[in-house]
């Protein structure tokens, strides 16, 4: 069973500063890793999907590395914003299990002003 | 376009009672899923399907069944809601089971 670890689970930092969102999982046979933020009381909106056979992935100030051998990801915000403030989520999408992704409990950001 | 969208917002119900939370997606995408989000558990799959006609349990699929009759709809039914169901419920969709998932707004039941 894939096991999803998000740390930390809780985040405060001043705004401008640039940081460093921590995912790991058990199961190194996966299609992709895509991260997600949440706002409260919202739905999920994808921030970036990052392939098996891809290292990184760039989307503006944000940056996903994978290490799949190692069942690490990591999500680099830049320069952070008020607007940042969400809870971050990575969801690992298995080769042997249809497709289901398994998803950690989230990292908490506030950045503030 | 309107992505992936969910009916209704809200809802409270009774124990007992039944209903369907409806989802539609307007992408063509052949993967669909329905969540549900509670404190402390993070997101667990219900149930899945791969396309239209076929669908498969995920992590906790008692106390709700899916049918998905064509491409667009997933609608996810409660046979006798109980207050462990309350919670919020995602429906997210995907183009094959290795795309991008979308997610829609969710609904927050509610079940006394």
């Known amino acids: 069973k894939q096991e999803v670890t998000q740390i930390p689970a809780a985040l405060s930092v001043p705004e401008g500063e640039n940081l460093v969102l921590n995912c790991s999982f058990t199961?190194?046979?996966?299609?992709?890793l895509q991260w997600f933020r949440q706002d409260p009381g919202k739905g999920l909106t994808s921030l970036l999907l990052?392939?098996?056979?891809?290292r990184e992935q760039t989307s503006g100030r944000l940056n996903a590395s994978l290490d799949k051998s190692s069942g690490r990801s990591t999500l680099y915000i830049a320069a952070s914003q008020p607007g940042d403030s969400a809870t971050y989520l990575c969801?690992?999408?298995?080769?042997?299990?249809?497709?289901?992704?398994?998803f950690g409990d989230g990292t908490t950001l506030t950045v503030k002003p | 376009n309107a992505g992936v969208t969910q009916t209704p917002k809200f809802q409270v119900l009774k124990t007992g009672q039944s209903m369907t939370l409806q989802c539609a997606q307007d992408?063509?995408?052949?993967?669909m899923s329905w969540y549900r989000q509670d404190p402390g558990m993070g997101l667990r799959l219900i149930h899945y399907?791969?396309?239209?006609?076929?669908?498969d349990q995920g992590e906790v699929p008692n106390g709700y069944n899916v049918s998905r009759s064509t491409t667009e709809d997933f609608p996810l039914r409660l046979l006798s809601a109980a207050p462990s169901q309350t919670s919020v419920y995602f429906c997210?969709?995907?183009?094959?089971?290795?795309?991008?998932?979308?997610f829609g707004p969710g609904t927050r039941l509610t079940v006394l």
């Open positions: 199961d190194s046979a996966i299609y992709n």
């Open positions: 997210a969709s995907s183009y094959t089971g290795t795309d991008e998932q979308f």
């Open positions: 990052i392939q098996s056979s891809q």
């Open positions: 969801a690992p999408r298995r080769v042997t299990n249809a497709g289901k992704s398994t």
């Open positions: 992408m063509n995408h052949e993967y």
């Open positions: 399907s791969v396309g239209a006609g076929i669908t």
